[in-house]
Nanobody, 120 residues
């Protein structure tokens, strides 16, 4: 079984910062890519940021210049540093990983989500 466990969510004031982490554990061959998605009330889930091999990254336009995604391959962990947070960043944030299972099949896995609330 594979698990993705997020941590770091919580309540922060506008303009503040918050760091999220997601660690993958269980039986798998390797991780191809990791990403963060978010879903706000009444909205569809959207891609926030993704990273491949700790080098190639991409960000949603709404978070460019404010969020930074990074990855520790040795720890199978992805991070999301969020700065200059805005109320519109309020959402449930989900960790996603595209992983090769032990049969070398590429599969998608999701974390349980962690709530981020930006409010004064």
């Amino acid at each position: 079984q594979v698990q993705l466990v997020e941590s770091g969510g919580g309540l922060v004031q506008p303009g503040g910062s918050l760091g999220l982490s997601c660690a993958a554990s269980g039986s798998f061959f390797s991780i191809n890519a990791m990403a963060w998605y978010r879903q706000a009330p009444g909205k569809q889930r959207e891609l926030v940021a993704s990273i491949i091999s700790g080098v190639s990254t991409n960000y949603a336009d709404s978070v460019k210049g404010r969020f930074t995604i990074s990855r520790d391959n040795a720890k199978n962990t992805v991070y999301l540093q969020m700065n200059s947070l805005k109320p519109e960043d309020t959402a449930v944030y989900y960790c996603n990983a595209a992983m090769y299972d032990l049969h070398r099949y590429l599969r998608d896995y999701w974390g349980q989500g962690t709530q981020v609330t930006v409010s004064s």
